[in-house]
């Protein structure tokens, strides 16, 4: 019953469609997700997320799909910044309501025995995708590396969480920030003598970044010389606030 009613959910927002070649996606209700970002995204610690208050708030829940629905066939022609904040949009309100539905939870590895993320749940075409292939299939075409830094994966070791909806307009804008702020924390990369310490982002999707020193040097200063190496560890503990002990 619980799935029945998440796939109804995860359907409405994210209900997309292709013809002739051409992506035709419904309209992104970014109000309803800058209101849920606006109840339930902590100040506290950036970026975490009060899920127990999704969880027990429904009519929080059905704001993230209230008007997904909207006349698909008004959505033709969608330029790339307008599909990829869409697509962005829908794979960390999955995130965040696949957590949320099953809380309390520790981790979002604990989730159907480690397979929440090769779970087909997004509506596509008529099917049901995963969120692998939803970041992999749909978003990593894009050649923009800098997706790897918006998209969230409810975990501490991920980016943080917006407190904004990504809009076609700021895109640019807003990777760039992300991008910015998670090379220059802790998490994303360390610099230790001569050694550029990275996150394990940066060995998953290596063919995405390429050149990685070359690719941190972009959004930080950093010393010459340094080699890099992806060995800090990912924190897949899930970005709640208060935290689950």
């Known amino acids: 019953m619980r799935r029945r009613i998440f796939h109804r959910l995860i359907g409405f927002f994210v209900l997309l469609m292709v013809t002739s070649g051409n992506l035709l996606a419904a309209p992104f209700d970014s109000q309803a997700f800058r209101q849920i970002l606006k109840n339930h995204r902590t100040i506290v610690r950036s970026g975490s997320i009060a899920y127990a208050g999704i969880r027990y708030d429904d009519p929080a829940l059905r704001a993230l799909s209230a008007k997904a629905m909207a006349d698909v066939e008004a959505y033709t022609g969608s330029t790339p910044a307008e599909w990829k904040a869409f697509y962005i949009n829908a794979y960390n309100i999955a995130v965040i309501h696949v957590i949320a539905e099953n809380w309390p939870v520790t981790s979002i590895l604990d989730l ?21 292939d939803l970041e992999k299939k749909v978003l990593r075409p894009s050649d923009d590396p800098r997706i790897h830094f918006a998209l969230v994966c ?5 980016p943080d969480l917006r407190a904004e909806p ?30 550029l310490r990275l996150s394990k982002l940066f060995e998953w999707y290596a063919a995405d970044f390429k050149d990685a020193r070359a690719f941190v040097a972009r959004y930080r200063k950093l010393p010459p010389g340094l080699r890099p190496v992806t060995d800090i560890e990912y924190d897949w503990r899930v970005n709640s606030f208060p935290e689950v002990k």
């Open 112 to 132: 159907e025995d480690g397979k929440v993320f090769q779970s087909p749940r997004v509506l596509i075409q008529g099917r049901r995708i995963s969120l692998d």
């Open 154 to 158: 409810a975990a501490i070791g991920c």
């Open 166 to 195: 990504y809009m076609p307009v700021t895109l640019d804008a807003q990777l760039n920030d992300q991008t910015v702020r998670y090379l220059n924390s802790a998490r994303g990369a360390i610099v230790s003598g001569n050694t």
